[in-house]
């Protein structure tokens, strides 16, 4: 007898990293709905799953309740702002999206008795005093500042899913994603990545902010999108780092870019976010052992693609 095609519904479609996972949801044999109702998203991520025949796709707002007709195996929840000037701009939908998002999300997920994952984020590790972060640091997130509305709402997210494991018996994973880099990131998300590499394009100096020395951990969409999937794939219920632990200060990252755009233009120095957390990197030990996962593509390698891509991103644009 042949097997009955899976359907998937994928949150944040249309944005970098929801439609990266709707190609491959595709690649697998899936039947695809993608989600999103574009506040941070583009069409343009989706526009060629269009003529897919299996791709199908929902202008909806997760907050407001969701209906999606016929069986679901999996729910990927990958709808909200992902950039700090996003959360200062819509603060407000980040906390519902995040909020009240999953928890119509869960219930689409009790009714269809479809497999749960939520994009959670190394953000709920605030600014961290346990280097690298372990998924057992319990982080150290100020509720207040402008970051809290993020962080705070995605481990919402975290105890919302929790609890309907527990208490609802429903199958549920939890991955926490650490800073994501690749092609369809948008130019002007205001993110360290877009941010350099654009003003290299564009002849602007390079904005490093404080003096540089903060670290970040760079993984490329690829890896990030096979680790999603493992899990997804595993019987792992509980929370896992999804990263590249290899580490960098943003003044490093700054020369890398400069380096490899060739630009004339020098780093100037800008003033520190608030609350912009001085160090991160994953402890990627349990995807390791669990899902036997671990990022293949060298900074080098995903810079050189990334760059190609915003450099035609900017020619379309001329
Ligand atoms: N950053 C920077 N210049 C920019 C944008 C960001 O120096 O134009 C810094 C930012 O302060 C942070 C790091 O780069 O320390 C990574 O910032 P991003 O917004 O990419 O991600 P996140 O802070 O969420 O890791």
């Known amino acids: 007898m042949e097997k009955e095609q899976r359907r998937v519904l994928i949150t944040g479609a249309a944005g970098f990293l929801g439609s990266h996972l709707c190609d491959r949801f595709i690649k697998e044999g899936c039947k695809v709905i993608g989600m999103d109702n574009l506040s941070t998203g583009s069409m343009k991520n989706i526009e060629h799953l269009f003529p897919v025949k299996?791709?199908?796709?929902?202008?909806?707002?997760?907050?407001?309740?969701?209906?999606?007709p016929g069986k679901l195996d999996y729910i990927l929840h990958f709808a909200s702002?992902?950039?700090?000037?996003?959360?200062?701009?819509?603060?407000?939908?980040?906390?519902?999206?995040?909020?009240?998002?999953?928890?119509?999300?869960?219930?689409?997920?009790?009714?269809k008795k479809s497999r749960f994952l939520i994009a959670s984020t190394s953000e709920i590790y605030g600014d961290p005093s346990v280097h690298p972060q372990n998924e057992e640091y319990w982080g150290n997130v100020n509720p207040i500042g402008p970051r809290g509305v993020y962080d705070e709402a995605k481990r919402f997210m975290e105890a919302i899913t929790m609890a309907y494991h527990t208490y609802h018996g429903l199958?549920?994973?939890?991955?926490?994603?650490?800073?994501?880099?690749?092609?369809?990131?948008?130019?002007n998300d205001g993110r360290a990545l877009p941010a350099f590499i654009g003003q290299a394009i564009r002849g602007e100096d390079i904005t490093v902010f404080g003096d540089g020395s903060q670290t970040r951990s760079f993984c490329y969409v690829n890896d990030l999108i096979e680790g999603i999937y493992r899990l997804l794939m595993s019987d792992y219920v509980y929370p896992i780092n999804i990263g590249n632990p290899d580490e960098i200060t943003i003044k490093e990252f700054a020369e890398e870019i400069i380096k490899l755009t060739g630009t004339k233009q020098k780093i100037v120095y800008q003033e520190l976010p608030i609350d912009d957390p001085k160090q991160r990197q994953p402890d990627i030990t349990k995807a390791k052992e669990i899902l036997g996962w671990s990022p293949k593509v060298s900074r080098a390698e995903g810079l050189k693609i990334t760059y190609e891509f915003f450099k035609k991103v900017l020619l379309e644009q001329k």
């Open 171 to 187: 199958d549920t994973r939890i991955a926490r994603i650490f800073n994501t880099y690749g092609p369809r990131m948008r130019l």
């Open 81 to 111: 702002p992902a950039s700090p000037i996003d959360y200062l701009k819509i603060p407000i939908q980040t906390l519902k999206v995040g909020s009240l998002g999953t928890h119509n999300l869960l219930g689409l997920a009790k009714e």
């Open 54 to 68: 299996d791709f199908e796709f929902y202008f909806h707002d997760v907050t407001k309740f969701v209906h999606v």
